[in-house]
């Protein structure tokens, strides 16, 4: 991580709720959102750029200039990070998945080349890799995964219980043509983050979304 920053509990407005949430035997909340991604999905198909890696990227913009999904818990203190990088699943030959680790990159190009590369990297390594090792848990993380088959209308993950990183969690699903939209899933613990938080995030998504051009710069 190349920038951790101590919260004063002292001087934060939600100390009070970090201290009862945090002791919660589950205190992770998910929301399912519909995301109009119709210009994006157009834009992509337009200039010929990957259409997951363009909503890859501006989702990590966007979190990377919200200080709320920026925090993290270690050791009962709460933490801000950045910058804020991603796990991805990736899909395998086999339907079997692997963890790929992307880097976030301002520069949309670098971004994708660093994308192809990590997931490449994913496919042909054990589920177990030193990748794996050296990166899944870290804090400045996304957790991200895709299920592009299916337009759900709620998720829920397996958790690994106590678990008090308070890393968010999001899961895409499927495009629909007919409608532009897409299914969102948003997992955050509740000692870090209400659903006033979560709405303002997707809110300044889909305003990312609408306007792609101005966004991703392609060359």
């Not at 210009?39 to 200039?47: E, G, M, N, P, Q």
């Not at 709460?78 to 990088?85: D, E, I, R, W």
């Not at 629909?176 to 998504?205: C, R, W, Y």
């Amino acid at each position: 991580m190349n920038n951790v920053t101590k919260i004063d509990l002292s001087k934060w407005e939600r100390a009070q709720h970090f201290e009862f949430f945090k002791s919660f035997s589950d205190p992770y909340f998910n929301v399912t959102a519909n995301i109009n991604v119709k210009d994006l999905f157009v834009f992509a198909k337009s200039t010929g750029v990957s259409f997951f890696h363009s909503y890859l990227f501006l989702t990590l913009k966007v979190a990377n200039n919200y200080q709320p999904m920026r925090l993290r818990i270690k050791n009962d203190e709460v933490l801000l990070v950045k910058p804020v990088n991603a796990s991805v699943v990736q899909l395998c030959n086999d339907e079997s998945f692997r963890f790929s680790y992307i880097d976030f990159d301002n520069e949309f190009n670098q971004f994708d080349i660093k994308a192809k590369l990590a997931a490449n990297k994913a496919k042909i390594a054990p589920f177990f890799s030193n990748d794996f090792n050296n990166n899944e848990g870290q804090l400045n993380t996304l957790h991200i995964s895709v299920l592009p088959w299916l337009n759900f209308t709620s998720f829920k993950h397996a958790t690994h219980l106590p678990n008090e990183l308070g890393i968010p969690k999001m899961v895409f699903g499927a495009y629909d043509a007919e409608t532009g939209k897409m299914p969102l899933s948003i997992e955050v613990h509740h000692a870090l983050m209400d659903g006033i938080h979560i709405a303002k995030f997707v809110n300044q998504l889909q305003t990312y979304l609408n306007e792609p051009q101005f966004h991703i710069m392609t060359s």
